[in-house]
């Protein structure tokens, strides 16, 4: 157990739809990355806060969107959703914002129909 | 740009194997460098990493060595178990200009074989 919990576990949506999913970071970590794994793309980074702050953003659309709330859990909000968003959202943790260790959750898979 | 290029998988063992997955990395500073490990059904975890050449990082009898003249990262473990299948990513980590980044490598499948 890493300490990072994700939900939901699994959600199937529809096109057009808007998700949020949601992180909480190991206890004492205020670093939260985002991450998306899909089977073509790998594992891609897609945006990382630092106790409330945006620090680094990678390749996230612009239809996504994050937030870190001052309790250090983060929200990923995924709108207009395509099928192509269909993937594993991964969320992870560190203690600062430079990351010697990311602890991951266990990922939310996400099936756009 | 960054980034970091394994070999493609799957690679299929017999118990008791030599392994070796290969990394290389393009950055333009000098990166922190992470082999991560993740089973089936689970998130990442880190394996092993290393910080500067010539570093050589251990866990579980996995090793690499940070090889900043060939700008690898392989990883190698010399008896692979049933236990060691999972999927593998070599990372680097560079911060410059108050900009951080950690990009992962595609990923490698490892499936052992008893």
């Known amino acids: 157990d890493s300490g990072v919990t994700q939900t939901p576990k699994h959600l199937i949506t529809a096109t057009g739809q808007r998700v949020t999913l949601r992180c909480s970071p190991r206890?004492?970590?205020?670093?939260v990355y985002w991450y998306q794994q899909s089977l073509d793309q790998g594992l891609q980074f897609l945006i990382q806060?630092?106790?409330?702050?945006?620090?680094a953003k990678g390749n996230i659309l612009e239809r996504f969107s994050a937030q870190q709330f001052p309790d250090l859990h983060s929200e990923l909000n995924l709108s207009s959703l395509e099928l192509g968003d269909s993937a594993l959202y991964f969320c992870a943790s560190s203690v600062g914002i430079v990351p010697g260790e990311l602890f991951f959750g266990e990922g939310s898979r996400l099936t756009v129909l | 740009g960054d980034s970091v290029t394994q070999m493609e998988g799957p690679v299929t063992l017999s118990e008791e194997a030599f392994l070796t997955i290969n990394c290389t990395y393009t950055a333009t500073g000098y990166p922190s460098l992470f082999w991560y490990v993740q089973y089936p059904g689970e998130g990442l975890q880190l394996l092993l990493k290393a910080t500067k050449a010539d570093d050589k990082g251990s866990n579980k009898g996995f090793e690499a060595t940070y090889r900043k003249e060939t700008t690898s990262f392989h990883l190698e473990k010399g008896s692979v178990q049933v236990s060691d299948s999972a999927v593998y990513f070599c990372a680097l980590f560079l911060f410059s200009g108050g900009y951080n980044k950690l990009i992962f490598g595609a990923g490698t499948r490892l499936a052992v074989h008893p």
């Open positions: 206890s004492g970590d205020l670093s």
């Open positions: 806060y630092y106790n409330g702050e945006e620090r």
